[in-house]
C-alpha cells in the first residue's frame, strides 16, 4: 500500500489545452503596443486558442500584443490579440519561445482563424 501512495504523489498532471495545436512553420508579425514594436517571428505552432512563436524579442508573461498571419483565405493580414502565457529565453543558437493565449475580440477573427488551420491541413 506504501508503494501504491508513494508512486502517485510522483505522478505528473498532464498539460491541458483546450484548443489542439497545429505543427506549423509560418512567417508572422509580433506587434507589442504598450513596448510600441513590431518583429517578425517564426509561428511553431498554432490553434483556435494560441500560437507558439519564435523571435528575438524579449517578452514578459502577461504583455497584450497582436499576432498577424498571412492567410490563403484573406485579402489583408489577420489580426489576432492575444497575451504572452509562458515565456522560454533564448539561447546562442535559437531565439527565444513564447506562447500566445488568443483572446480574439470579434466572431470574424476566430472564425478565419478556423478556415485558415482547414487551409493548412489541406495543403499537407
Known sequence: MANVIASAQVT???RFRAHARRKVRLRGVLWHP???WQRE???ANLGLGGACVRLME???VGDKVTLSLVTPTLWDPLGVPGRIAWVGPATRLEP???GVAFEPTDAAAVFALFEMLGALQYED
Open 34 to 36: 504598450r513596448a510600441g
Open 96 to 98: 527565444g519561445r513564447a
Open 12 to 14: 505528473a498532471v498532464p
Open 41 to 43: 517571428a517564426e509561428v
Open 58 to 60: 524579449t517578452l514578459i
